[in-house]
């Protein structure tokens, strides 16, 4: 399978430095992942960012629902860009740990995580998720994330 | 995007009944993120489960480990088969909750989910996973995760 | 030692039904490893609910902080009683799982927790729960919990 | 309420090198909390750690179980303890956050918390632990936790 790379030409990154800008469209542009699940980039602000995951069959479970992984792949990667923001330029970010509570089935037309940085810390920073489902114009809160993100220094690493 | 479906034929179901191993091939064969991802079921016995995913460019995130939400994926998946197997027949599984420790990068040649039943009850089951990656004939474990998984009867859920 | 109870004699729940006030006040009577912790209880209403914890000598750890578990028991504890205005008057709340993360030393004169219910089920609620330390006049948000309550019945647990 | 401060004269430390066994006498005589609760050190030796708590009614919730505050103190110490073993003697540990699955009521005559450390770093460490409930000369698994502990150095904390 060829590899897609995803871009992040239509992200909303209006609220960030230039020199943060660069580096999170350099960094997107290197999420394969995200590409392989049809996920886009929405906006990343100074601590917030935002990914959507429109549904469908290639990234769901036994059930029909979206996979808790891939509402995972998502909330995890939001919290990181929301990280890398409050991070020095030559800081690289690393999830440590996350904890997702599934609240409901993943259904309807699209995901959305939005992402917070509740911490910043030279070392360690935290960042909370709510990932919501839309469907026929309504909105349900369907996975809530805490997570720990690292920046790594050093260590040849970038984004 | 053509959805293409896991099937779980090369697995190893021994140490099932014939009535749980039907039900985690008719299960694993509409997990659909998993064939997405690439990862093959290896085994499913009573409590335990383990899922491999070859590393491959398309699971990645942007330093080229794989990403933290592939990660997940497998070893969420693992635990959901490892609880499943401890359930009544007319059970469906939910994950309710997970949390993983991302305690290395993942890289190598594959990496292997291995999921273990620490408790079942009759709503609430809790798994442990341990991810390994391997690479060059050396294993490393690269995460740790403990799930609840809920035991959901009677929505016309089935695995 | 005598074991001291505690009463919410003081608390604020003006906001609950008088059903809901009556098993608020009833379970927090014997909550007693709040009151070996010196907690009060400030205020339940319909999905909130908020404890105190002065900052004392008992409660703290080797580095003259209070200690992660005082911190997690009073966050826990909150998350119970928010979870349990949201329940039938039939059912009794444990604690399925918690996750905190500690994001900075707690110290000052006193702590407080704030729950609240993102997603309240018939069998399993979610709630969220912020830690903040008060010193000086000035507040640090020092602690994030999310915990899923698990709503019993027919057990003859109260409360 | 004056403070009884605990001392580590009776617990198994023969596995550390001198160093590490005075730095954890040391730390564990300011675990104001664990003797507050009425806990005891047992055992720590590289990489693990066990401490006991005797079950009695200052520690108790609203049904008469041990709290999870409680049960979480023992399992958040016993994994810092583990972790420290593990770290240079010019760090402090201190938990950047722990997530515990309560599995079963904790009752009985005692509690023990034994601590691991999965994967040991310059920065950060995780450890496992599982905490047991013995009653009548029989143990059940009673709660399960995932830590993250940081190593700090350099800010005036010790142990």
């Not at 995972?72 to 440590?96: E, K, P, Q």
């Not at 690292?150 to 260590?155: C, E, F, N, P, Y």
Request: neutral net charge; glycine residues 8%.
């Amino acid at each position: 399978m060829s590899v897609v790379l995803p871009d992040a030409s239509e992200a909303d990154l209006d609220g960030l430095d230039p020199a943060h800008a660069a580096r999170v469209r350099d960094s997107w542009s290197r999420q394969a992942l995200l590409a392989t699940l049809g996920a886009r980039l929405l906006r990343v602000g100074p601590g917030i960012a935002e990914i959507e995951l429109p549904v469908s069959p290639h990234v769901s479970q036994q059930h029909g629902f979206v996979h808790a992984g891939a509402v995972s792949t998502i909330a995890d990667t939001a919290c990181g860009y929301a990280a890398l923001t409050t991070m020095d330029a030559d800081s690289a970010v690393l999830t440590a740990e996350f904890k997702i509570n599934l609240m409901a089935p993943a259904a309807g037309e699209r995901l959305v995580a939005r992402a917070r940085v509740i911490r910043s810390g030279r070392t360690l920073t935290v960042a909370l998720c709510e990932v919501e489902a839309e469907a026929g114009g309504t909105r349900k809160t369907v996975a809530l994330m805490t997570a720990t993100l690292a920046s790594v220094r050093g260590k040849g690493l970038s984004g």
